[in-house]
């Protein structure tokens, strides 16, 4: 499944600042868990605070999106209307730029948890990461009693089913709501791959510089070639990830960043080529029928 599979993330082991090691993690439980969900939020009903002009300050701009404040920097947004390059609530605090929203052309299907608490709820699938009593773990070790960041207890937990949504952000968080009530953080993925998004390590990637450069056209390329491919792999990758040593893991992301920042240029260029086959082809008939025109007088 795809999300938080998008390997722009990748690691970049090469002229790195000192960093934290990344948070860890439990390995992935066994994929029949999660009923082979997609994790991912609720494309229905989750919402961001997204920030319509960037000098807006982060508490601000919640204010605006959740305390009922009045002002025009920002605005509560469905997540399924997010694309590349939107800048969103990734905490109560800091501000994060989307990198990619996964689905967004998409309709899959996957098992959810609501986790309620008295001021509102969230929806995402088990396998997604959410900061939970002091931790970033998965949703599906959530409990009633538990605190959910910042400072919400869960009070109740139901499932069911919905279409999903998941933006992958700069930080690799994100303050998500449902359509009423406060925020939550969660990670923008799952756990097989949230280690690694919450770190430093992707601000220092080829295809996270690609993201800031031309956002619309890294959206269009993973709507067009990404997304089914991330859908098929992730299960597959999460599983490789776990069994194999980090150095190999380490040299894998690196390599996926350098194959997904070719795969760009190449998605770029022959977009363009195309466009203007498509031009040429265009002008050519055109010339024809006038000169079909021009014989029948």
Known sequence: SGCGGFAFSALTPTTM?????????PPPQPEDDDDDSDPCFSRESTTVCRLTQKSASPERAYQVCFGGAAGQMAVRTLMSELTAGDLILSDERSVARVVVNQHL???????MLTLHFESGKISLTPDHVVFLDGAYTAARNAKVGSLLAPGRTITAITSGIDTVINPVTTSGKVLAADNTGLPVVAASGNEWIADV??????QYTLSFALAAAYPASVQSYYNVLLNAFFDSSVSALARLKVSMPTTIVAATFVLADVLLAIGFLLFGLFSHVGMFIAIAIAGGVSIFMQKKKAKAK
Not at 17 to 25: C, D, G
Not at 105 to 111: E, F, K, P, T
């Open 105 to 111: 052309g998409a309709s899959q299907m996957s098992r």
């Open 197 to 202: 998004m919450l770190s430093r390590y992707p």
């Open 17 to 25: 600042p000192p960093a934290k090691p990344p948070p860890s993690f």
